[in-house]
């Protein structure tokens, strides 16, 4: 009997007056690993072995296999602890059970032996316990400021939980949080397939934006509603107050004497620009007269599609190119301010300390970190990426699901204008002032 623990507070028999709530996504005969393109998959079999050849674990969901019979029954049964609702029961000569939602849930997974001749007997009883286990997170590659944004939550479901955590993730974001973290093993996507680490996991959580994701399978609630970072909180059942991460950089020197800002100015689709044509012109001649160097730290001095580019701002000094995230970050960790959209840089100055003058209008303020020094108009058109009926286009780089094609598009930012942003960037340099600060 595994999990006795829970033995007292339910029966040691299948009979359960509760309803079920849902069917499991999948009865078979044998296991199928759950389409997962982005991440890699579970282990072929659960990795828990049980009595009398069951095995489960809770890797993509609650799975348990129940090896076929020729005599007598399986009653398999899947509850929410903290809810205490029975999830699915079934039946069954032999098959595998998988829940339908792929999101932290404290489950318990019973079976018993139904023989027909003689009472039920209980086989298995496991309540979900991830103390000492090997537990993997992962998150999708290519995206730095959500992986920033979640990562501070799979900590705090360490802590939580007590267990062996793995954090599968871009090896370009590692060397900036591992050394802060020497209790959770970092590894990319390659590395978890080459150790095989899905063969010794208890438990394995996915974290991403699941647009499609009517039925709630991989989230508990619409990120669009709670927030891209705090989406994390609730996919994996943990306190969804927002966190920055640590940041451990091999150097902490300040780059330049004089007083600078940081800047930003690429973004993955135009409406993540600043598309006020004379924005950052103004904004940097204001910096520049008051004695501030201004320094862009985009990845690329250029970007854009087909006829629209997005070049390096006149008067901004140029530290674009493929360097390690460490040297922005450290740029970052002594700036006076940082001037950029919703983009990865704007939750990497975020996570350095740095004060976040942030710009954007398609996306409503509860979508990123708190920031006293936000950017909107709330007299344009605004928050178009957190509606959840307008389905986000990441081919479309001229997305805009209200406006496009008419002189609107892109209002939300086209409308913030220099003088507002001036004005917020006096707030950061008067706070700067009554710190001490250059």
Partial sequence: ?????????????????????????????????????????????????GPRGLRYDFNFGARVTLPNRTIGKWLVRLRDLDTGNVLFQSENQGAFVRSSKRFFVRFSV????????????????????ARDREVLIQFPIGTLGDTLGWFPYAARFAAVHGCRLTCAMSGLIIPILKDSYPHIRFLTHDQVIEQKVAE??????????????????????????????????????????????????????RPIAEPYVCIAVQASTQCKQWNNPNGWHEVISYLKSHGYRVICIDQKAVGGQGIVWTHIPHGAEDQTGDRPLAERARWLRHATGFIGTSSGLAWLAWAAGCPVGLISGFTHPTNE??????????HACNSCWNDPRLRFDHKDFLWCPRHAGTPRQFECSKLITAAHVIGVMKSVFERANADGQD
């Fill in 369 to 378: 970190f708190a920031t006293p020094y936000r950017v909107i108009n709330w």
């Fill in 200 to 253: 010794t996991a208890y438990a394995t959580y996915c974290l991403g934006l699941f647009f499609d994701d009517v039925e709630c399978t991989q989230q508990p609630t619409d990120f669009r509603h709670v927030g891209l970072h705090r989406t994390a909180g609730y996919i994996l059942g943990v306190d969804p107050t927002e966190e920055s991460p640590r940041l451990t950089l091999p150097d902490e020197s």
């Fill in 110 to 129: 019973e079976v018993f032996d139904v023989d027909g001749a003689n009472p039920p007997t209980s086989i298995l009883l496991h309540d979900y316990d």
């Fill in 1 to 49: 009997m595994d999990g006795a623990a829970g033995l007292d507070a339910r029966p040691d028999q299948p009979a359960d007056p509760a309803p079920v709530l849902a069917k499991p996504e999948v009865i078979a005969s044998a296991p199928t690993p759950p389409p997962a393109p982005n991440f890699p998959p579970p282990a072929e079999q659960p990795t828990e072995v």
